[in-house]
């Protein structure tokens, strides 16, 4: 199976760094277009739009709070104006405010939820107003669009200390699996995935010398996973390879969902 995006047009969110970066280049591999979001790191995403660039892919990196609705209407506008249409968005952006209950500020809670949770709406509900516009594009994809929504384990997992953040992903199944009931009848398609552990920035005290030794505890595969596990996957969830995939959630963590503490024990 050859996987081609030739003529596709997707937004990644968050595509600064870590999950996002490399679904970002991943999707610039299989030849679409990217926009490579970034809200705060303008550097990084500019370099990694340039170097999709060089290597003979189109890219732009375009700056917007994904939490913010007129952040994200021009994020849309610009991607259109840029790229002429849009048939890919990884709806991505994330981040961890981390606090024990009695210590987490409303500022924490609603940060994370604005990010993950509202993001999440706003760049979906863009994107479906303009798929709904273009209809299918026959010869590019049997779909009229194709949305993947990142989630995280912690959809399913309770996680202690984390309220704010397993909410906010809790929120984004129901999202993902609400939409996709309600527009899938416009051939459009919308999936989650749902990442473990995966070596970034946003868990790197977790990931590294004697706290990856505990990790490793959780993951029964044996490893913590790279982002390519998970590029990969955003690649064939935007493709035709994956037509008749609605509503799923992708659980990519090296079998951590599998609840392996209960292994010889309950
Ligand atoms: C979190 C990581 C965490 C992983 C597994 C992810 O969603 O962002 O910090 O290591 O879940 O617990």
Avoid at 47 to 75: F, K, P, T, W, Y
Avoid at 92 to 103: P, R, V, Y
Avoid at 113 to 139: E, H, M, S, W
Avoid at 203 to 224: F, S
């Amino acid at each position: 199976m050859r996987i081609s995006l030739e003529q596709q047009v997707a937004v990644v969110t968050g595509a600064s760094s870590g999950i996002g970066a490399g679904a970002a280049r991943a999707l610039a591999a299989a030849g679409a277009a990217v926009v490579v979001n970034y809200n705060r790191q303008a550097e990084p995403a500019q370099a990694l739009a340039a170097q999709i660039n060089q290597s003979g892919g189109r890219a732009l990196a375009i700056g917007a709070d994904v939490s913010r609705e007129d952040d994200v209407e021009r994020l849309f506008a610009q991607a259109l104006d840029a790229f002429g249409h849009l048939d890919i968005l990884v709806a991505n952006s994330g981040l961890q405010k981390d606090a024990a209950i009695s210590d987490m500020t409303l500022e924490q809670w609603n940060t994370v939820i604005g990010v993950n949770l509202t993001g999440q709406f706003l760049c979906a509900r863009a994107a479906l107003r303009i798929f709904n516009r273009q209809g299918v594009r026959a010869g590019v994809s049997r779909a009229a669009g194709k949305i993947i929504h990142m989630s995280s384990v912690h959809q399913l997992i309770p996680w202690a200390g984390h309220v704010n953040y397993a909410a906010s992903k809790g929120g984004v199944e129901m999202l993902m699996r609400s939409l996709a009931q309600e527009v899938s009848h416009q051939r459009i398609r919308i999936n989650g995935i749902a990442p473990g552990a995966i070596r970034t920035a946003i868990n790197r005290a977790a990931t590294e010398g004697d706290a990856e030794q505990a990790l490793l505890k959780l993951i029964p595969y044996g490893r913590v996973g790279d982002v390519e596990d998970v590029a990969n996957a955003v690649v064939w969830l935007a493709s035709d390879a994956s037509d008749y995939v609605v509503g799923s959630t992708l659980f990519i963590d090296g079998g951590m969902s599998l609840y392996p503490e209960f292994k010889d024990n309950g």
